[in-house]
Protein backbone atom coordinates (compact mmCIF):
# COMPACT_ATOMS: atom_id res chain seq x y z
CA UNK A 1 0.00 0.00 0.00
CA UNK A 2 1.40 3.84 -0.81
CA UNK A 3 0.56 6.90 0.18
CA UNK A 4 -1.90 7.81 -2.48
CA UNK A 5 -4.12 4.64 -1.54
CA UNK A 6 -4.01 5.34 2.04
CA UNK A 7 -5.63 8.62 1.46
CA UNK A 8 -8.05 7.54 -0.94
CA UNK A 9 -9.20 4.48 1.40
CA UNK A 10 -9.38 6.08 5.11
CA UNK A 11 -12.36 8.19 6.34
CA UNK A 12 -10.24 10.37 8.45
CA UNK A 13 -7.05 12.35 7.46
CA UNK A 14 -3.43 11.88 5.91
CA UNK A 15 -0.85 14.31 6.36
CA UNK A 16 2.73 14.18 5.29
CA UNK A 17 5.89 15.95 6.58
CA UNK A 18 5.62 17.88 2.40
CA UNK A 19 1.68 19.52 3.11
CA UNK A 20 2.23 23.09 4.69
CA UNK A 21 0.19 22.37 7.37
CA UNK A 22 2.33 19.16 8.78
CA UNK A 23 4.53 20.72 11.21
CA UNK A 24 1.82 22.98 13.02
CA UNK A 25 -0.27 19.96 13.23
CA UNK A 26 2.41 17.98 15.03
CA UNK A 27 3.21 20.93 17.20
CA UNK A 28 -0.86 20.68 17.92
CA UNK A 29 0.22 17.14 18.71
CA UNK A 30 1.50 17.38 21.83
CA UNK A 31 0.19 18.86 25.08
CA UNK A 32 3.50 20.28 26.70
CA UNK A 33 4.82 23.68 25.55
CA UNK A 34 8.39 21.31 25.07
CA UNK A 35 8.25 20.16 21.71
CA UNK A 36 9.79 16.94 20.08
CA UNK A 37 13.23 17.73 17.71
CA UNK A 38 11.94 14.94 15.37
CA UNK A 39 8.62 15.14 13.63
CA UNK A 40 7.26 12.46 11.79
CA UNK A 41 6.76 11.47 8.13
CA UNK A 42 3.20 10.68 8.49
CA UNK A 43 -0.05 11.88 10.45
CA UNK A 44 -3.11 9.88 10.22
CA UNK A 45 -6.31 11.08 12.11
CA UNK A 46 -8.62 8.36 12.58
CA UNK A 47 -12.22 8.24 12.01
CA UNK A 48 -12.94 4.88 12.55
CA UNK A 49 -10.82 1.38 13.76
CA UNK A 50 -10.62 0.66 9.94
CA UNK A 51 -8.34 4.01 9.38
CA UNK A 52 -6.04 2.61 12.76
CA UNK A 53 -6.18 -1.01 10.94
CA UNK A 54 -5.04 0.74 7.01
CA UNK A 55 -2.67 3.36 8.60
CA UNK A 56 -0.95 0.13 10.38
CA UNK A 57 -0.19 -1.82 7.54
CA UNK A 58 0.67 1.01 5.51
CA UNK A 59 3.30 1.44 8.08
CA UNK A 60 4.05 -2.44 7.97
CA UNK A 61 3.78 -2.32 4.03
CA UNK A 62 6.66 0.51 3.70
CA UNK A 63 8.90 -0.70 6.54
CA UNK A 64 8.29 2.37 8.78
CA UNK A 65 7.84 2.43 12.72
CA UNK A 66 3.86 3.87 13.92
CA UNK A 67 2.73 5.11 17.38
CA UNK A 68 -0.29 6.07 18.59
CA UNK A 69 -1.49 9.44 19.93
CA UNK A 70 -3.70 9.98 22.32
CA UNK A 71 -3.80 13.05 23.76
CA UNK A 72 -0.74 13.86 23.61
CA UNK A 73 -0.14 14.17 27.37
CA UNK A 74 2.95 12.41 28.07
CA UNK A 75 5.71 14.73 28.99
CA UNK A 76 8.50 13.65 26.83
CA UNK A 77 6.47 13.87 23.65
CA UNK A 78 7.18 10.22 22.92
CA UNK A 79 3.59 10.00 20.99
CA UNK A 80 4.86 11.49 18.06
CA UNK A 81 8.26 9.20 17.89
CA UNK A 82 7.67 7.24 15.17
CA UNK A 83 7.42 7.55 11.43
CA UNK A 84 3.66 7.14 11.51
CA UNK A 85 1.52 8.76 14.01
CA UNK A 86 -1.68 7.23 14.28
CA UNK A 87 -4.07 9.61 15.92
CA UNK A 88 -6.78 8.02 17.95
CA UNK A 89 -8.28 11.06 19.87
CA UNK A 90 -11.49 10.82 17.55
CA UNK A 91 -12.44 7.35 18.56
CA UNK A 92 -14.54 8.69 21.78
CA UNK A 93 -17.75 6.28 22.04
CA UNK A 94 -18.57 6.01 25.59
CA UNK A 95 -21.35 3.47 26.31
CA UNK A 96 -22.79 2.80 29.67
CA UNK A 97 -24.18 -0.71 30.14
CA UNK A 98 -26.09 -0.04 33.63
CA UNK A 99 -27.23 -3.96 34.20
CA UNK A 100 -23.14 -4.95 34.36
CA UNK A 101 -21.66 -1.99 35.68
CA UNK A 102 -19.32 -1.96 32.53
CA UNK A 103 -18.60 0.26 29.93
CA UNK A 104 -17.44 0.46 26.76
CA UNK A 105 -14.75 3.52 26.05
CA UNK A 106 -13.02 4.99 22.84
CA UNK A 107 -9.11 5.82 23.94
CA UNK A 108 -10.04 9.61 22.71
CA UNK A 109 -12.60 10.26 25.98
CA UNK A 110 -11.07 12.16 28.60
CA UNK A 111 -10.84 12.05 32.13
CA UNK A 112 -13.46 14.76 33.31
CA UNK A 113 -15.97 13.33 30.75
CA UNK A 114 -16.19 10.31 31.97
CA UNK A 115 -16.41 11.22 35.50
CA UNK A 116 -19.45 13.64 34.52
CA UNK A 117 -21.32 11.07 32.30
CA UNK A 118 -20.99 8.03 35.41
CA UNK A 119 -22.22 10.47 38.05
CA UNK A 120 -24.99 11.00 36.46
CA UNK A 121 -25.68 7.79 36.81
CA UNK A 122 -24.92 6.95 39.97
CA UNK A 123 -21.48 5.17 38.71
CA UNK A 124 -17.75 5.99 39.12
CA UNK A 125 -14.45 4.78 37.92
CA UNK A 126 -10.61 5.84 39.34
CA UNK A 127 -10.34 8.32 36.79
CA UNK A 128 -7.10 10.31 36.22
CA UNK A 129 -6.15 12.91 38.11
CA UNK A 130 -6.07 15.46 35.18
CA UNK A 131 -9.01 17.18 33.28
CA UNK A 132 -7.92 16.67 30.03
CA UNK A 133 -6.46 13.56 29.69
CA UNK A 134 -7.74 10.91 27.73
CA UNK A 135 -8.05 7.13 28.49
CA UNK A 136 -5.79 6.09 25.78
CA UNK A 137 -2.19 6.19 27.33
CA UNK A 138 -3.96 7.10 30.96
CA UNK A 139 -4.69 2.99 31.29
CA UNK A 140 -1.71 1.80 28.96
CA UNK A 141 0.69 3.04 31.68
CA UNK A 142 -1.30 2.00 34.29
CA UNK A 143 -3.57 5.03 35.58
CA UNK A 144 -2.95 6.27 39.14
CA UNK A 145 -6.11 8.22 39.80
CA UNK A 146 -8.75 9.54 42.12
CA UNK A 147 -9.55 6.74 45.01
CA UNK A 148 -6.90 4.02 43.52
CA UNK A 149 -6.57 2.90 46.73
CA UNK A 150 -10.17 2.06 47.54
CA UNK A 151 -10.55 0.80 43.61
CA UNK A 152 -7.89 0.02 42.82
CA UNK A 153 -4.78 1.18 39.76
CA UNK A 154 -6.79 1.39 36.83
CA UNK A 155 -5.35 -0.44 34.78
CA UNK A 156 -7.00 -3.51 36.29
CA UNK A 157 -10.76 -2.14 35.88
CA UNK A 158 -10.07 -3.09 32.22
CA UNK A 159 -12.06 -6.31 31.58
CA UNK A 160 -10.99 -6.37 28.25
CA UNK A 161 -9.81 -4.41 24.84
CA UNK A 162 -10.23 -4.16 21.01
CA UNK A 163 -6.44 -4.10 19.77
CA UNK A 164 -5.19 -3.67 16.67
CA UNK A 165 -1.88 -5.59 16.04
CA UNK A 166 1.50 -5.02 14.30
CA UNK A 167 -0.06 -7.06 11.11
CA UNK A 168 -3.37 -4.66 11.30
CA UNK A 169 -5.64 -7.15 12.72
CA UNK A 170 -8.33 -6.58 14.81
CA UNK A 171 -8.07 -8.52 18.09
CA UNK A 172 -10.80 -8.99 20.66
CA UNK A 173 -9.00 -8.87 24.33
CA UNK A 174 -10.26 -10.39 27.38
CA UNK A 175 -9.61 -12.58 30.48
CA UNK A 176 -10.15 -15.84 28.52
CA UNK A 177 -8.96 -14.81 24.70
CA UNK A 178 -5.44 -13.33 24.42
CA UNK A 179 -4.60 -13.09 28.43
CA UNK A 180 -1.00 -11.88 27.30
CA UNK A 181 -2.28 -8.96 25.13
CA UNK A 182 -4.81 -7.78 28.41
CA UNK A 183 -1.52 -8.47 30.39
CA UNK A 184 0.53 -6.00 28.80
CA UNK A 185 -1.94 -3.52 28.25
CA UNK A 186 -2.56 -3.53 32.06
CA UNK A 187 0.37 -1.18 32.38
CA UNK A 188 3.23 -1.36 29.20
CA UNK A 189 2.82 2.10 28.43
CA UNK A 190 4.75 3.09 25.31
CA UNK A 191 5.92 -0.76 25.41
CA UNK A 192 2.96 -1.93 24.40
CA UNK A 193 2.94 -3.52 20.75
CA UNK A 194 -0.63 -2.32 19.52
CA UNK A 195 -3.14 0.17 19.77
CA UNK A 196 -6.07 0.11 21.91
CA UNK A 197 -9.48 1.26 20.10
CA UNK A 198 -11.72 0.32 22.67
CA UNK A 199 -11.37 -0.22 26.20
CA UNK A 200 -14.12 -2.46 28.17
CA UNK A 201 -13.77 -1.70 32.03
CA UNK A 202 -15.68 -2.36 35.06
CA UNK A 203 -17.23 0.63 36.78
CA UNK A 204 -18.24 1.44 40.56
CA UNK A 205 -20.73 2.56 42.30
CA UNK A 206 -20.31 6.60 43.27
CA UNK A 207 -19.65 7.59 46.31
CA UNK A 208 -22.53 9.74 47.74
CA UNK A 209 -19.98 12.01 49.13
CA UNK A 210 -16.40 13.62 48.35
CA UNK A 211 -15.24 15.94 50.71
CA UNK A 212 -11.98 17.64 51.56
CA UNK A 213 -10.11 18.68 53.80
CA UNK A 214 -6.15 21.01 54.36
CA UNK A 215 -3.83 22.09 56.42
CA UNK A 216 -0.82 24.52 54.85
CA UNK A 217 2.54 24.10 56.80
CA UNK A 218 5.80 25.89 56.64
CA UNK A 219 8.59 23.96 55.08
CA UNK A 220 10.08 23.78 58.85
CA UNK A 221 7.50 21.51 59.44
CA UNK A 222 8.04 18.88 56.34
CA UNK A 223 9.09 16.31 58.99
CA UNK A 224 6.47 17.05 61.72
CA UNK A 225 3.99 16.51 59.03
CA UNK A 226 5.73 13.45 57.88
CA UNK A 227 5.96 11.86 60.82
CA UNK A 228 2.06 12.54 61.60
CA UNK A 229 1.17 11.50 58.20
CA UNK A 230 2.46 8.41 58.57
CA UNK A 231 1.08 7.69 62.09
CA UNK A 232 -2.84 8.69 60.60
CA UNK A 233 -2.84 6.46 57.29
CA UNK A 234 -1.73 3.50 59.31
CA UNK A 235 -4.83 4.01 60.56
CA UNK A 236 -7.12 5.67 57.44
CA UNK A 237 -9.49 3.66 55.50
CA UNK A 238 -8.88 2.92 51.65
CA UNK A 239 -11.34 5.27 50.83
CA UNK A 240 -9.16 8.63 51.98
CA UNK A 241 -6.56 10.10 49.55
CA UNK A 242 -4.37 12.15 51.13
CA UNK A 243 -1.30 13.84 49.10
CA UNK A 244 1.18 16.99 50.33
CA UNK A 245 1.76 19.52 47.91
CA UNK A 246 4.53 21.53 48.06
CA UNK A 247 4.30 24.97 45.56
CA UNK A 248 4.65 28.43 46.06
CA UNK A 249 2.16 30.23 48.44
CA UNK A 250 -1.25 31.68 46.00
CA UNK A 251 -0.63 35.29 44.84
CA UNK A 252 -3.10 36.73 47.42
CA UNK A 253 -0.53 36.00 50.45
CA UNK A 254 2.05 38.35 49.37
CA UNK A 255 4.97 35.73 50.05
CA UNK A 256 8.65 36.93 49.96
CA UNK A 257 9.85 35.43 46.01
CA UNK A 258 10.99 31.77 46.14
CA UNK A 259 8.74 31.24 48.90
CA UNK A 260 6.65 27.90 49.45
CA UNK A 261 4.63 25.66 51.22
CA UNK A 262 3.26 22.41 52.03
CA UNK A 263 -0.79 21.73 51.56
CA UNK A 264 -1.87 18.12 53.24
CA UNK A 265 -4.82 17.69 51.63
CA UNK A 266 -6.88 14.80 52.71
CA UNK A 267 -9.98 13.99 50.28
CA UNK A 268 -12.51 10.84 50.91
CA UNK A 269 -14.71 9.47 48.63
CA UNK A 270 -17.27 7.84 50.98
CA UNK A 271 -21.01 6.49 51.42
CA UNK A 272 -22.51 9.08 53.29
CA UNK A 273 -21.23 12.78 54.27
CA UNK A 274 -21.51 11.64 58.18
CA UNK A 275 -18.98 8.85 57.40
CA UNK A 276 -16.74 11.61 55.51
CA UNK A 277 -16.90 13.90 58.54
CA UNK A 278 -16.02 11.31 60.78
CA UNK A 279 -12.76 9.87 58.79
CA UNK A 280 -11.73 14.05 58.24
CA UNK A 281 -12.42 14.45 61.62
CA UNK A 282 -10.38 11.00 62.59
CA UNK A 283 -7.49 11.60 60.09
CA UNK A 284 -6.17 15.33 61.14
CA UNK A 285 -7.11 15.12 64.83
CA UNK A 286 -3.25 14.77 65.98
CA UNK A 287 -2.25 17.08 63.19
CA UNK A 288 0.69 19.15 63.89
CA UNK A 289 0.46 22.42 65.24
CA UNK A 290 1.95 24.90 63.49
CA UNK A 291 -0.72 25.18 60.32
CA UNK A 292 -0.57 28.72 58.51
CA UNK A 293 -3.72 27.84 57.04
CA UNK A 294 -6.68 25.15 57.86
CA UNK A 295 -9.38 24.70 55.18
CA UNK A 296 -12.73 22.52 57.11
CA UNK A 297 -14.28 20.22 55.66
CA UNK A 298 -15.78 21.07 52.00
CA UNK A 299 -17.38 19.24 49.00
CA UNK A 300 -15.47 18.41 46.45
CA UNK A 301 -17.20 16.43 43.10
CA UNK A 302 -14.99 15.30 41.17
CA UNK A 303 -15.39 18.87 38.89
CA UNK A 304 -14.41 20.34 41.63
CA UNK A 305 -11.64 18.23 42.04
CA UNK A 306 -10.91 18.60 38.57
CA UNK A 307 -11.00 23.14 38.74
CA UNK A 308 -8.81 22.68 41.75
CA UNK A 309 -6.36 20.58 39.98
CA UNK A 310 -6.35 22.42 36.33
CA UNK A 311 -4.90 25.63 37.92
CA UNK A 312 -1.56 24.09 38.33
CA UNK A 313 -0.93 22.84 35.14
CA UNK A 314 -1.68 25.48 32.69
CA UNK A 315 -1.37 24.27 28.68
CA UNK A 316 1.70 26.39 26.82
CA UNK A 317 4.31 25.86 29.26
CA UNK A 318 7.14 23.82 28.65
CA UNK A 319 7.23 20.67 31.08
CA UNK A 320 9.24 17.90 32.46
CA UNK A 321 7.91 15.66 35.25
CA UNK A 322 9.60 12.84 36.85
CA UNK A 323 7.67 10.18 39.79
CA UNK A 324 8.46 7.30 42.05
CA UNK A 325 7.25 4.49 44.27
CA UNK A 326 8.72 4.32 47.39
CA UNK A 327 8.16 2.39 50.70
CA UNK A 328 10.76 4.22 52.56
CA UNK A 329 10.15 6.96 55.03
CA UNK A 330 7.34 9.32 54.18
CA UNK A 331 9.00 11.88 56.19
CA UNK A 332 12.62 11.54 54.61
CA UNK A 333 10.36 12.36 51.31
CA UNK A 334 9.03 15.25 52.33
CA UNK A 335 12.53 16.55 54.07
CA UNK A 336 14.30 15.76 50.92
CA UNK A 337 11.85 17.32 48.13
CA UNK A 338 11.54 20.61 50.70
CA UNK A 339 15.17 21.06 50.67
CA UNK A 340 15.51 20.91 47.20
CA UNK A 341 12.11 22.86 46.27
CA UNK A 342 13.72 26.06 47.62
CA UNK A 343 16.66 25.64 44.66
CA UNK A 344 13.83 25.62 41.97
CA UNK A 345 14.92 27.77 38.86
CA UNK A 346 10.98 28.39 38.16
CA UNK A 347 8.74 29.22 40.79
CA UNK A 348 5.51 27.46 38.67
CA UNK A 349 7.49 24.16 39.29
CA UNK A 350 5.35 22.11 42.25
CA UNK A 351 6.12 18.62 44.13
CA UNK A 352 3.44 15.89 45.56
CA UNK A 353 4.06 12.89 47.77
CA UNK A 354 1.29 10.83 48.05
CA UNK A 355 0.41 8.21 50.70
CA UNK A 356 -1.55 4.84 50.76
CA UNK A 357 -3.50 3.43 53.66
CA UNK A 358 -2.38 -0.43 54.15
CA UNK A 359 -6.06 -1.50 53.23
CA UNK A 360 -5.49 0.39 50.01
CA UNK A 361 -6.23 -2.44 46.67
CA UNK A 362 -3.12 -4.27 46.11
CA UNK A 363 -2.53 -4.41 42.28
CA UNK A 364 -2.48 -7.87 40.58
CA UNK A 365 0.04 -9.46 38.08
CA UNK A 366 0.75 -7.36 34.92
CA UNK A 367 3.26 -5.40 33.10
CA UNK A 368 2.05 -2.74 36.24
CA UNK A 369 4.75 -3.74 38.59
CA UNK A 370 5.87 -1.35 40.39
CA UNK A 371 4.41 0.24 43.40
CA UNK A 372 5.12 1.23 47.04
CA UNK A 373 3.13 2.69 50.05
CA UNK A 374 4.34 6.62 48.91
CA UNK A 375 4.08 7.97 45.66
CA UNK A 376 6.29 11.22 44.60
CA UNK A 377 6.18 13.12 41.73
CA UNK A 378 8.18 16.55 40.22
CA UNK A 379 6.45 19.17 38.15
CA UNK A 380 9.02 21.17 36.61
CA UNK A 381 6.72 24.04 34.51
CA UNK A 382 9.02 27.10 32.90
CA UNK A 383 8.42 29.27 30.01
CA UNK A 384 11.20 29.82 28.24
CA UNK A 385 13.88 27.35 25.80
CA UNK A 386 16.63 29.15 26.83
CA UNK A 387 15.48 27.76 30.77
CA UNK A 388 15.50 24.20 29.38
CA UNK A 389 18.80 23.47 31.05
CA UNK A 390 18.40 24.73 34.06
CA UNK A 391 14.80 23.21 34.84
CA UNK A 392 15.64 19.79 33.57
CA UNK A 393 19.05 19.85 35.39
CA UNK A 394 17.43 20.24 38.94
CA UNK A 395 14.55 17.76 38.17
CA UNK A 396 17.10 15.30 37.80
CA UNK A 397 19.04 16.08 40.90
CA UNK A 398 15.80 16.27 43.08
CA UNK A 399 14.77 12.88 42.11
CA UNK A 400 18.42 11.45 42.02
CA UNK A 401 18.41 12.71 46.01
CA UNK A 402 15.08 10.43 46.21
CA UNK A 403 16.34 7.29 44.47
CA UNK A 404 17.27 5.48 47.50
CA UNK A 405 14.05 5.27 48.75
CA UNK A 406 12.54 4.27 45.68
CA UNK A 407 10.83 1.10 44.39
CA UNK A 408 10.76 2.06 40.92
CA UNK A 409 9.03 4.60 38.40
CA UNK A 410 5.53 5.32 37.32
CA UNK A 411 5.69 4.77 33.48
CA UNK A 412 2.75 7.41 32.57
CA UNK A 413 4.69 10.07 34.62
CA UNK A 414 8.29 9.27 34.12
CA UNK A 415 11.69 10.81 32.80
CA UNK A 416 11.78 9.29 30.05
CA UNK A 417 14.42 10.77 28.67
CA UNK A 418 17.11 10.50 31.10
CA UNK A 419 19.39 7.69 30.47
CA UNK A 420 21.18 4.82 33.00
CA UNK A 421 18.69 5.39 35.64
CA UNK A 422 19.06 2.77 38.46
CA UNK A 423 14.80 2.28 38.30
CA UNK A 424 12.39 1.77 35.95
CA UNK A 425 8.86 1.48 35.12
CA UNK A 426 8.74 -2.46 35.41
CA UNK A 427 9.61 -5.32 37.89
CA UNK A 428 13.27 -7.21 35.98
CA UNK A 429 10.39 -10.47 35.83
CA UNK A 430 7.77 -7.91 33.81
CA UNK A 431 10.26 -6.21 31.80
CA UNK A 432 11.94 -9.68 30.67
CA UNK A 433 7.69 -10.77 29.86
CA UNK A 434 7.00 -8.03 27.88
CA UNK A 435 10.31 -8.03 25.79
CA UNK A 436 9.18 -11.96 25.19
CA UNK A 437 5.45 -11.03 23.85
CA UNK A 438 7.13 -8.05 22.05
CA UNK A 439 9.30 -9.99 19.91
CA UNK A 440 6.37 -12.58 19.05
CA UNK A 441 3.54 -10.05 18.59
CA UNK A 442 5.84 -7.51 16.92
CA UNK A 443 8.92 -9.27 15.42
CA UNK A 444 9.36 -6.56 12.85
CA UNK A 445 9.73 -4.07 15.33
CA UNK A 446 6.88 -1.76 13.69
CA UNK A 447 5.80 -0.06 17.24
CA UNK A 448 10.00 0.50 18.37
CA UNK A 449 10.46 3.83 18.91
CA UNK A 450 12.68 6.19 17.03
CA UNK A 451 15.51 7.32 18.88
CA UNK A 452 15.74 10.79 19.49
CA UNK A 453 12.49 12.42 21.48
CA UNK A 454 12.74 15.55 23.56
CA UNK A 455 16.13 14.07 25.08
CA UNK A 456 17.77 16.18 21.64
CA UNK A 457 16.85 19.15 23.43
CA UNK A 458 17.96 17.95 26.83
CA UNK A 459 20.87 18.10 29.08
CA UNK A 460 22.71 14.49 30.05
CA UNK A 461 21.76 12.95 33.04
Known amino acids: MDYALLKRRIRGAAIEVFDPEHRSLCEDLIWNGRKPALKPRYVVRA ?21 PRGGGHHF ?49 FPVGHCATVPLSG ?16 ACFSVIGADVVMADGELVHVAEDNHPDILWALRGAGPEFFGIVVNYRVRLQPAPKAIMTSVRVYPPSEARKVGEWAELAMACAPAHLEFTVKISAPPPEANAPAGAFVLAAIATVFSKSERDAHQVLDAFFAKAPDGAVQSVDVMPTPFGALYDLTSVSTPKGKRYAVDTLWSDGSF ?18 SFALAALYSPLANRPGDAAFSRIGKAFASVYTIWDGEGDDEANMSWLRQTMTALEPLSTGTYVGESDLERSGRPVTPHSPSAALKLATLKARHDPQGLFQPRTGTLAAHSPAA
Open 76 to 124: TGIALNADVVIDVGGLDHLQVDLPSATAALGPGVTNTRLAAALDRQGLA
Open 47 to 67: ACVEDVQLAVRFAAANGLTAS
Open 331 to 348: SEILTTLAAHYGARPSLD
Open 138 to 153: YLLGGGVGWNSGEWGI
